[in-house]
């Protein structure tokens, strides 16, 4: 199985800062690496696909990058509604997907 | 407007059986692969199960299998998850999820709203 392991577990940040978010995979993944948001009580919402492609509708100050085991989620200038937790989800084998344990990104 | 609502979710006893569903609507249901996520209270994502388009291909994680089926209906638009000898760590949300077209691999977009099982005597 593909561990995916996310730094740092919480993240202090005041709001129009930038935030970098990062995913370590246990093995190469390549760029099957997608990101999600999700906000106390709400289902997760797809931000990044292919490591860097936004998903329909995510504003550009959210963007991805990396390939193979590592990977960064950079919010470039946080608005109040970015803050939620964010989990990275490797896709790279069928019948093997996997999530990382979660960041989660709090205003300081 | 793509949707997804779970249903069939409750308290079961350990040992129990529990069938849920998922409706499909707003899009081509069976030019998709699907999948079914859940959360543990207050814990992170975990994939339980996938499906593609034509129920191909189907996988399941190590902690379900042998005791999870997923299918899906395509005339029907939904997708189901039985769950037997379920276990209390199988209390979660559980998310119906629109994976990519065929069997593709990929992500999960959208989500549904989820539905509750909770395991206890």
């Known amino acids: 199985e593909i561990v995916m392991t996310q730094s740092p577990a919480t993240l202090s940040v005041s709001p129009g800062e930038r935030a970098t978010l990062s995913c370590r995979a246990s093995?190469?993944?390549?760029?099957?690496l997608a990101w999600y948001q999700q906000k106390p009580g709400q289902a997760p919402r797809l931000l990044i696909y292919g490591a860097s492609t936004r998903a329909t509708g995510i504003p550009a100050r959210f963007s991805g990058s990396g390939s193979g085991t590592e990977f960064t989620l950079t919010i470039s200038s946080l608005q109040s509604e970015d803050f939620a937790v964010y989990y990275c989800q490797q896709y790279n084998n069928w019948r093997e997907y996997t999530f990382g344990q979660g960041t989660k990104l709090e205003i300081k | 407007e793509v949707q997804l609502v779970e249903s069939g979710g409750g308290l079961v006893q350990p040992g129990r059986s529990l069938r849920l569903s998922c409706a499909a609507s707003?899009?081509?249901?069976?030019?998709?692969?699907m999948h079914w996520v859940r959360q543990a209270p207050g814990k992170g994502l975990e994939w339980v199960s996938g499906?593609?388009?034509?129920?191909?291909?189907?996988g399941y994680a190590d902690s379900v299998k042998g005791r999870f089926t997923i299918s899906r209906d395509n005339a029907k638009n939904s997708l189901y998850l039985q769950m037997n000898s379920l276990r209390a760590e199988d209390t979660a949300l559980y998310y119906c999820?629109?994976?990519?077209?065929?069997?593709?691999?990929?992500?999960?977009?959208?989500w549904g709203q989820g539905t509750l099982v909770t395991v206890s005597s």
């Open positions: 707003g899009f081509t249901f069976d030019d998709y692969a």
């Open positions: 093995q190469s993944v390549s760029s099957n």
């Open positions: 499906i593609s388009w034509n129920s191909g291909s189907i």
């Open positions: 999820a629109k994976g990519r077209m065929g069997d593709r691999r990929g992500w999960f977009d959208p």
